[in-house]
T-cell receptor, first 111, second 115 residues
Framework: SQQGEEDPQALSIQEGENATMNCSYKTSINNLQWYRQNSGRGLVHLILIRSNEREKHSGRLRVTLDTSKKSSSLLITASRAADTASYFCATDGGSARQLTFGSGTQLTVLP | NAGVTQTPKFRVLKTGQSMTLLCAQDMNHEYMYWYRQDPGMGLRLIHYSVGEGTTAKGEVPDGYNVSRLKKQNFLLGLESAAPSQTSVYFC??????????????FGSGTRLTVV
């Protein structure tokens, strides 16, 4: 069973626009992470936000976390064609020793 | 650094055949994991290991076995392959729990087809 569920499942935007993806989860967490997967490749870690943080930035990425709503969002600003990929959230629940991944958002950035 | 290396990258098996997928990491990570990825289902954990000589079941362990004889290697075995095991398999590793949080490093995957 998946802890995180991403929304939307698919997103298509024009180059230069911002892309926002959301993740909802069910139980308490220590941290939440976002990963990117290019077609045919493994997942690559993008950013980690701890449960006591509300917002975090890394380059063109902005992640927010609302533990009261059990939700997170990933914003990619000024998107590029190279951002085309699937994006997954993953939750670290503390007692469990493994991350639990959502089903992903497929982002397509049109040139 | 090579990171996490998976071999083979592609394989076609006949139903009932056996095979072993190898995962090797050079980052001295304590934890290692095997996931399978199927269309529309995200990543599902098969087995994981928190140290040399220890393994544990994940969400979908049936039909698979694992071994962690050396810290840097984590093997996934299919004793009698079934078409339902057609999937892309990913290995990942991470440090043990620390205050900084653990992030995974993934291999590039093994695409397995069982006919």
């Amino acid at each position: 069973s998946q802890q995180g569920e991403e929304d939307p499942q698919a997103l298509s935007i024009q180059e230069g626009e911002n892309a926002t993806m959301n993740c909802s989860y069910k139980t308490s967490i220590n941290n939440l992470q976002w990963y990117r997967q290019n077609s045919g490749r493994g997942l690559v870690h993008l950013i980690l936000i701890r449960s006591n943080e509300r917002e975090k930035h890394s380059g063109r990425l902005r992640v927010t976390l609302d533990t009261s709503k059990k939700s997170s969002s990933l914003l990619i600003t000024a998107s590029r064609a190279a951002d085309t990929a699937s994006y997954f959230c993953a939750t670290d629940g503390g007692s469990a020793r493994q991350l639990t991944f959502g089903s992903g958002t497929q982002l397509t950035v049109l040139p | 650094n090579a990171g996490v290396t998976q071999t083979p990258k592609f394989r076609v098996l006949k139903t009932g055949q056996s095979m072993t997928l190898l995962c090797a990491q050079d980052m001295n990570h304590e934890y290692m994991y095997w996931y399978r990825q199927d269309p529309g289902m995200g990543l599902r954990l098969i087995h994981y290991s928190v140290g040399e000589g220890t393994t544990a079941k994940g969400e979908v362990p049936d039909g698979y076995n694992v071994s962690r004889l050396k810290k840097q290697n984590f093997l996934l075995g299919l004793e009698s392959a079934a078409p339902s095991q057609t999937s892309v398999y990913f290995c990942a590793s991470s440090p043990s729990r620390g205050t900084g949080g653990r992030s995974y490093t993934f291999g590039s995957g093994t695409r397995l087809t069982v006919v």
